[in-house]
């Protein structure tokens, strides 16, 4: 029970900070927030530890929970993508983890050919062959959970563990893409194409073959979405000042 208090409490708490429901700069009390949530103490307070570590709050004794704007959240923690993709701040966070994913994942896939172990090869393969088999049904779930392998599949080949750590974010955006309707009934022919061309271009070395093929899948998607950020304001954060 007092699990799901807790995270009632970091759902409530955290949608409305990113929504723009609670602004930047308010000044929340615990004290407040229990009577209003009907929760303890103990579970505001844990509630506001995960918050702050989604860097959406900080907390000062003899003040309160101050809410903290967009340039101190952490972009990379998948409650503030889900969150973001729930808000007016969808097509803004679409387009930020989109060119984040057309910077990296064409030279992780490029690493992949050059040094990945023979076990990842062999699991791109299949992963790509059942991909196609379920993207062709149209069975969209079992088609996202092996999206979503692939995707961290290459990351972790790469041998960069960086890489590796941004699947938990590509993830997320994956699985919103889905969530809010932005995926094709069943995938396109060309990007199932694609993806079997990047397994197996990792798995036979070619290096700039993977690199290729995996910048046509990112170039598509972007094609795809970039009229949902049309007009989005960026974020501009200095990294000397979040610090």
């Known amino acids: 029970m007092a699990t799901s208090l807790h995270a009632h409490v970091v759902e409530h708490l955290g949608s409305r900070i990113v929504g723009g429901f609670i602004p930047r700069g308010s ?7 229990e009577q209003k949530l009907q929760v303890s103490r103990s579970v505001i307070r844990e509630a506001v530890r995960v918050l702050a570590q989604c860097g959406l709050v900080t907390s000062t004794k003899r003040v309160g929970i101050r809410v903290l704007g967009p340039e101190k959240w952490n972009p990379y923690d998948e409650n503030v993508i889900r969150w973001r993709l729930a808000s007016d701040q969808k097509g803004a966070q679409l387009r930020s983890l989109t060119e984040l994913r057309i910077s990296v994942e064409p030279m992780a896939a490029e690493l992949a050919a050059e040094v990945a172990p023979e076990a990842m090869r062999k699991e791109l393969m299949l992963i790509s062959a059942q991909m196609n088999h379920y993207g062709r049904q149209g069975d969209l779930r079992r088609f996202l959970a092996l999206d979503i392998r692939f995707h961290a599949l290459v990351l972790a080949a790469s041998g960069n563990e960086m890489f590796a750590n941004l699947a938990t974010p590509i993830a997320a955006i994956l ?3 889905t969530e ?5 009934e069943r995938p396109h022919e060309e990007a199932l194409a694609w993806h079997q061309s990047v397994a197996d271009n990792i798995s036979n070395m070619d290096a ?3 690199r290729r093929n995996m910048e046509s899948i990112m170039r598509r998607t972007h094609n795809e979405i970039c009229s ?5 304001p960026r974020v501009f954060v200095d990294p000397i000042a979040k610090k």
């Open 208 to 210: 700039q073959g993977a």
């Open 228 to 232: 949902l950020w049309e007009g989005a």
């Open 27 to 33: 000044i929340v009390l615990a004290a407040d927030l």
């Open 180 to 184: 809010l309707g932005l995926m094709p």
């Open 175 to 177: 699985r919103g893409r």
